[in-house]
Structure formats: structure tokens, C-alpha cells
């Protein structure tokens, strides 16, 4: 079973830095589009930053030329990096990914199906 876990997350004053880490694991896949969300008290979740299928990242405009998105396909691995962090970025950020999980016939392998999965969120909180 494909699972998304997420880490870094923590407390940090304003005009700080912290990186979020997301490892897919759990048998053979495919990853496609990931992206990062985050979802503050009382708000919607609102999409934070990213990359799609054709490697083309995305950023909401909020943190625009302040957050970085960037993946490790080695180690299966998405990361966020967050600089110049403001009040107004607290909120618990969850990774996303669309991923195909793969399975060997005995003759070559293929994939089954395609599911969006979700990490369990990581909290950010940034103090004035």
C-alpha cells in the first residue's frame, strides 16, 4: 500500500526558513503530478506550489519567489522549501501525489490504475 509521510514542519519566527520533506514508500509505483497544500484554521485548503506532469512547477502567489518545490526521484522523495516565513503561512501542509502503483506479471511489469494519495499533514507555525 502507497503511503505519503511527511516531516519538517515546526515552530519558527518570522523571516525564518524550514523544509518539509514528503517520502512516498510501500511496494512498486509510478509518481506523476505532486504538489504541496496547506489548509490555515478556519480556512479551505489552498494549493502552495507544484509539478506536474510535464515537470512544470507552479507556485500560488502568496509565497512566490520565497518557497522552492523540488523532488528527488531516487529516493522518491518531495521537499518544500519555505524562506522569508510570515504569520499568515501557518497552517498544516499536506503533500499530494497522483501515483500509478506498478505490479510484475512474470513478463514485464505494469501499472494498476492511478490513485491521488495524501500525506497526514505537518504543522508550520510562525510567530510575529
Known amino acids: 500500500q502507497v503511503r505519503l509521510v511527511e516531516s519538517g514542519g515546526g515552530f519558527v519566527q518570522a523571516g525564518g526558513s524550514l523544509r518539509l520533506s514528503c517520502t512516498a514508500s510501500?511496494?512498486?509505483?509510478?509518481?506523476?503530478?505532486v504538489g504541496w497544500h496547506r489548509q490555515a484554521p478556519g480556512k479551505s485548503r489552498e494549493l502552495v506550489a507544484s509539478i506536474s506532469r510535464a515537470n512544470v512547477t507552479k507556485y500560488a502567489d502568496s509565497v512566490k519567489g520565497r518557497f522552492t518545490i523540488s523532488s528527488d526521484t531516487a529516493s522518491n522523495t518531495l521537499y518544500l522549501e519555505m524562506n522569508s516565513l510570515k504569520p499568515e503561512d501557518t497552517a498544516v501542509y499536506y503533500c499530494n501525489a497522483d501515483i500509478s502503483p506498478t505490479a510484475y506479471n512474470g513478463q514485464h511489469w505494469y501499472r494498476v490504475g492511478e490513485t491521488e494519495y495524501w500525506g497526514q499533514g505537518t504543522q508550520v507555525t510562525v510567530s510575529s
Open positions: 510501500g511496494g512498486t509505483f509510478v509518481i506523476h503530478a
